[in-house]
């Protein structure tokens, strides 16, 4: 059983819509990573959020983290085919201060 | 900035034979990380370094796994022998300190095929 859960699985979208990918679980987590993992190559990080409630932007990208600490979204908007890739969610619990991975979001972007 | 440096990119070997991968980190890096990547799913931590000793290699298959990192720099993963099921992408990552949210800096991987 994972500890953090993405959803979708997987999501094919055309150039200039929007998306939101979730991650979700029942542990309640100090902070909480988002990757992009890119074919043939290593995830690289997008952003780190530590308070629960917090909104943080990266130009289209916002990411959100939970008020109560479990869950995180990530929203994209007008989405480009440079957005392509694996959206890893990752996440450091209270319990063990490890960090622990999502199974990912297969994100493809149409031309 | 030189990132972290791994090899080969890919390997094929047969079951029950041996494997081995090398990981050069960040330079100043303290911590490195062997991750197992099976398809469709995000990397499982192997084993943890901090300096030349272990922090964490409790999801380690010590039975058929080994890794050192002397003098603290660079590190090799080996398998021996190899099973079908380890057939995965292997990643080395490193960051600054091994604080636990600390931003990781992972390789390009090694792809391995175990037929």
């Known amino acids: 059983t994972q500890l953090l859960e993405q959803s979708p699985q997987f999501l094919s979208i055309q150039e200039g819509e929007n998306l939101t990918v979730y991650c979700n679980s029942s542990?309640?987590?100090?902070?909480l990573q988002w990757y992009r993992q890119e074919p043939g190559e290593g995830p690289v990080l997008l952003v780190t959020?530590?308070?629960?409630?917090e909104v943080k932007k990266l130009k289209r990208l916002t990411f959100q983290f939970g008020d109560a600490r479990k869950d995180s979204s990530l929203h994209i908007t007008a989405a480009q085919t440079g957005d392509t890739g694996l959206y890893l969610c990752?996440?450091?619990?209270?319990?063990?201060?490890?960090?622990?991975f999502g199974a990912g979001t297969t994100v493809t972007v149409r031309a | 900035e030189a990132g972290v440096a791994q090899s080969p990119r890919y390997k094929i070997i047969e079951k029950r034979q041996s494997v081995a991968f090398w990981c050069n980190p960040i330079?100043?890096?303290?911590?490195l990380y062997w991750y197992q990547q099976i398809l469709g799913q995000g990397p499982k931590l192997l084993i943890q370094?901090?300096?030349?000793?272990?922090?964490?290699d409790s999801q380690l298959p010590k039975d058929r796994f080994s890794a050192e990192r002397l003098k603290g720099v660079d590190s090799t993963l080996k398998i021996q022998p190899a099973k079908l099921e380890d057939s995965a992408v292997y990643l080395c990552?490193?960051?600054?300190?091994?604080?636990?949210?600390?931003?990781?800096?992972f390789g390009s991987g090694t792809q391995l095929s175990v037929l």
């Open positions: 990752a996440g450091v619990t209270f319990n063990d201060y490890k960090l622990s």
């Open positions: 370094f901090q300096n030349n000793g272990v922090v964490d």
């Open positions: 330079s100043g890096h303290a911590t």
């Open positions: 959020v530590v308070t629960g409630g």
């Open positions: 542990s309640v987590f100090s902070s």
């Open positions: 990552a490193s960051s600054l300190s091994g604080a636990a949210n600390e931003k990781l800096f």
